[in-house]
């Protein structure tokens, strides 16, 4: 298992157990993984795909490419097959199956993800929206997590659906690699 400072770790081959380690804050605008109040003068690291939190440092769980964007995001670039969820992303899924509640949503991972009829806007018990299978559907994850069924949602916390739902039946849609 090796340790690297991340910032040496940017644009070099990571593998899975790796630790990188972040330098605590200083007066030279270093980086600290732990956030706190703007006025404590440390900066926040976001963890992307390939990384985890691991004490004070991160740990590699894919094997791949060290990235880097300001502020401070870094993420592990690897080729990979199918998609795997992340809670908060936002995707288009087809339905492929209605299933009294629920509707099954293809958004291109290895489980299909599950739709609620009541996480679109104004949805209630007898207020059913209209969504039939093979419809093209844009929404959020909720749920992702490796051990369960992702769920969809087409509303926002505040319950507006802020462009989410059911796409219109004009236009096309096409697949994609996952590096575009």
Same mark, same amino acid.
């Given at each position: ?15 899975? &157990? ?7 804050? @200083? ?6 993984? @732990? ?5 404590? &003068? ?5 963890? &992307? ?12 769980? $894919? ?10 995001? *870094? ?6 097959k199918r *998609? ?53 559907? *844009? ?6 997590? $490796?051990?369960m069924e992702?769920e969809v ?21 096409? $697949? ?5």
């Open positions: 298992m090796a340790s690297l400072a991340v910032r040496d770790a940017v644009g070099q081959v990571v593998l899975p &157990g790796d630790v990188l380690v972040l330098p605590a804050q @200083t007066g030279d605008g270093s980086l600290s993984l @732990t956030s706190s109040s703007p006025s404590s &003068g440390r900066e926040r690291v976001v963890c &992307g795909p390939g990384l985890a939190r691991h004490g004070d440092n991160l740990q590699v769980t $894919k094997c791949g490419v060290m990235k880097h964007r300001d502020p401070a995001v *870094y993420w592990v670039d690897s080729q990979q *998609y795997v969820p992340v809670k908060g992303d936002h995707v288009i899924g087809i339905v492929t199956m209605k299933a009294g509640d629920i509707f099954k949503l293809d958004v291109g991972g290895s489980d299909q993800a599950s739709l609620s009829f009541l996480a679109f806007e104004g949805a209630t018990k007898k207020n059913r929206p209209n969504v039939k299978v093979g419809d093209v559907v *844009y929404g959020q994850f909720i749920v992702a997590n $490796k051990d992702p949602a087409c509303i926002d916390s505040s319950g507006k659906a802020n462009g989410k739902g059911v796409i219109g039946q004009d236009g096309f849609m096409f $697949k994609v690699t996952l590096g575009l």
